[in-house]
């Protein structure tokens, strides 16, 4: 028996210390951030960082946790501690998944396989994300180097052909993916201002659209648009010239050929046009069960009526998330909706919850209040921008070790057994 998670990263990092080393990675969250910001460019810093409108629901996410306080419990035997869960038939050592993040490629290019290599790393599940900024069979890839079946699973946007919605399930499926998540709050980009005020939209550039540029379908539906007569020309100007450049490097094939051909340009057009559904509803979420034989979870629920809708469908999941605030200004955080959700779904199927919990100590308090696991978005991605591969993976890894800390300094062995009664509302 180890000394568990918590303790084990205490001592790497006070041994490292003796030897005059200090982590490269922040282990406060507030300090991450700060730290991450320096590691990036201005486009990365307002696209990964930023919120939507006046930024209310990222400070409400963290708020909302601050109004629930552990309790602790004492003279209990909290040597042996047990941080792991089942879901949808995998053993999972913690209760954690790296939440699928789009346009990674801002911070460090080819984002996701460093992502992927640092979830394989440390046997969590990642959510390869339908905006990824490299395609899903490469991240497996460097995920089955690292570590043999490492658990995955893959994020849609359903876009406005179903056949490429089939050809990414497909794809999806043969590159191991254990649940299909499908992204329900994002049918159209929130207003975001630091995006806005920069001009900056990654997509335009063909950033995070690697899902896309390696898709069959997506190949068939371009090729299509590019062979139709050509509209307006394009406007020359030194930022169309950049951004021309951008796009063919982000496109599968060679600079040179990529700069002359339609192909890359239409393909830009294409993801924007398709990428999503507006008029989505429950009939065609009733059809994935057609679709795909794997578990499929919800993302983006947020009230106790979608969530019985969705356990009236069958569904296997949901995850009760705002998309870190970066959707609607002004929203429900998810914590307040976890505490409204959980006792309508109990136990029916199950809960993830994700926005703006960044520390241990947070996601105790979310399995506390009923979610099975928790999902990390933007702690990973500032890893990922100060030490790459290594970086994400400690950030997460940092999470893990102050949870299993927390679950055994407030007295309890085990996280499928917490429950509300280890907190007090404040
Ligand atoms: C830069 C960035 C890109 C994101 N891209 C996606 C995406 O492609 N698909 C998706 O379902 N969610 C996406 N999300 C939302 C995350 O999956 C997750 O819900 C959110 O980051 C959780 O909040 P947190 O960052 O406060 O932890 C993105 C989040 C960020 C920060």
Known sequence: MTAGRGRERQNEIYTAGVAGRVPRVPTNFAELERRARKAMSERAWAYIAGGA????????NREALGRWAIVPR???????????????????????????VGAGGLALPEADIHIGHAAAELGVPYIFSNQGSAPMESVAAEMDRV????????????????DLVDSLLARAEKSGAQ?????????????????LNLGSLPFAKAEGIAQYTSDPRFAEIVAERAAAPAGDKPEISLGAIKTLFSIARSTPGALLRNLVRPEPRVGVQTFLDIYSRPSLSWAEIETLRERTSLPIVLKGVLHP??????????IDGIIVSNHGGRQIDGEISSIDALTDIAPVVDGR????????????ADVFKALAL???????????????????????????ANIIAELDLTLGLAGHTAVSDLSVDALRRV
Do not use: N
């Open 53 to 60: 409108g006046e930024g209310r629901t990222m400070t409400a």
């Open 74 to 100: 004492i003279l209990r035997d909290v040597s042996h501690r047990d941080l792991s869960i089942d879901l949808f038939g995998a053993h999972l050592r913690a209760p954690i998944l790296f939440a699928p």
């Open 147 to 162: 570590r043999p079946g490492a658990p995955r699973w893959f994020q849609l946007y359903w876009s406005t052909d179903d």
């Open 179 to 195: 649940a299909i998540a499908v992204t329900l709050d994002t049918t159209m980009l929130g207003w975001r201002p630091q995006d």
């Open 305 to 314: 009526d979608d969530a019985r809708a969705a356990v009236g469908v069958g």
């Open 349 to 360: 199927c199950k809960i993830l919850v994700d926005s703006g919990i960044y520390t241990g």
């Open 370 to 396: 009923g979610a099975d696991a928790v999902c990390i978005g933007r702690p990973h991605m500032y890893g990922l921008a100060i030490d790459g591969a290594a970086g994400a993976r400690d950030a997460v």
